[in-house]
């Protein structure tokens, strides 16, 4: 009788946390590996397929083992859910990647193109016309974790303008601010033993 007991509550209770949380695990490597490859991250972007399938087989080998136990299905299609939600977390966290911005404002410009100057950006100007007249076009790479920043500086010296923001895969050369130079994905914890902190 015990041993049924267990066998019910770790069929019906265990097992079923164990799928959720297994297909979390592999569907938010696999939201980050499908970034990765789209950024150009070559050599990780296999290695989280790896274990990222890895980890799907072992999820539905335990549903192909009790395919009557329906808590299995609701705990794996959960699973799925939150795992998306969790990799879109964790892409906006890690913010890969850069971007391109394109301001067209009719307005003086020269307080914008000083603003991102004194940021550390580079900025491209191009004069164009527009349905009212003369405009000025500004082109302004920038890492995607400096987004806040380039929108707070738009904010404050063309906040009447019209922007819009794109990826950009590859870049070569180009003026960014000292302090965004590109980071490793991952932080080792020795960094800081080394340098002394």
Partial sequence: MESWIDNF???????????????????????????LISKGYKRLAPLLGFFE??????????????LNNW???FAYAAGFATGNFIGML??????????LVRIITDKEIQPLIQAFSEAGYGATVVSGKGKTGDVSVVFILFRRKNMA??????AQYAPNSFYT????????????????TKRPLF???????RKGK
């Fill in 149 to 154: 920043q380039i929108e707070e500086i738009i």
């Fill in 90 to 99: 964790l892409e906006e966290k890690i913010a890969l990647g850069n971007h």
């Fill in 9 to 35: 509550w770790f069929s019906h209770l265990v097992l079923p946390i164990l799928i959720f949380f297994a297909r979390i695990l592999d569907v938010s490597i696999g939201t980050l590996r499908i970034i």
């Fill in 165 to 180: 923001i794109e990826d950009i895969r590859h870049i070569r050369h180009g003026v960014f601010p000292s302090t965004s």
């Fill in 187 to 193: 932080k080792s914890p020795f960094n800081r033993l």
């Fill in 53 to 66: 399938v890895l980890i799907w087989i072992l999820a539905i080998s335990q549903i192909m083992q009790n």
């Fill in 71 to 73: 808590t299995n299905y």
